[in-house]
């Protein structure tokens, strides 16, 4: 019977020093300390992390960079320009001179100042011969204009094909056709309620 007690009592001491050894616990009359390991940094997951970090800044400075060009993007609405009488006439006067330089056919100058929501005070018209023509009376007009009142175009276009330049000074546009194109889109007529005026 004592025999049973003493084996529980060695047993329960076994098991205390073991559980004690397992939490790190140190031995009686022992004054070392155990400390708990701690698990060494990878240097490679310090280098991921430094790779993301840059990353994440690069593409900070990009979307920046986007943002301010996005600032310094010309309005894409069409701007009004002011001018007086006299400068609107004397742009219209060099533009007929550029057109009659180069022998321009059928000059037409549309006035839409009294029409409400137009895209401009005048549209002046010409037609020519062929692709060569209305490219050498396009080039003419920008030259003249140039000229005579330093003024550039807006906005041209029309130039590869050569059939239909449009010449955009803002307050008065260009059309520079062929013949045959000029008859199909009848400008004139779809503006029927401006004062039309031909020029010799």
């Avoid at 011969?129 to 000229?147: F, L, P």
């Avoid at 906005?155 to 008065?172: A, F, K, T, V």
Wanted: aromatic share 4%; glycine share 4%; proline share 2%.
């Amino acid at each position: 019977m004592a025999k049973k007690i003493v084996k529980k009592i060695v047993k329960k001491a076994a098991a205390k020093k073991l559980t004690s050894l397992a939490k790190g616990k140190p031995k009686k009359g022992s004054s070392k300390k155990v400390v708990a390991k701690k698990a060494p940094v990878k240097k490679e997951t310090l280098s991921a992390a430094k790779v993301k970090l840059a990353e994440k800044d690069q593409l900070n400075k990009e979307a920046n960079i986007i943002a301010s060009a996005d600032k310094k993007k010309k309005p894409t609405k069409r701007p009004l320009k002011s001018a007086t009488k006299k400068q609107t006439n004397g742009l219209l006067d060099s533009i007929v001179d550029g057109m009659k330089e180069k022998k321009a056919k059928n000059i037409t100058v549309i006035d839409l100042a009294k029409i409400e929501n137009r895209i401009a005070d005048y549209f002046v018209v010409c037609d020519a011969d062929s692709n060569t023509h209305v490219n050498a009376i396009a080039d003419s007009i920008e030259e003249t204009v140039a000229k005579q009142t330093g003024e550039k175009p807006y906005h041209s276009e029309g130039h590869q094909n050569g059939e239909w330049i449009l010449i955009d000074y803002i307050n008065i546009v260009v059309h520079v056709f062929q013949k045959e194109i000029r008859e199909y889109y009848n400008i004139e007529g779809l503006w029927g309620d401006a004062e039309i005026k031909t020029i010799d």
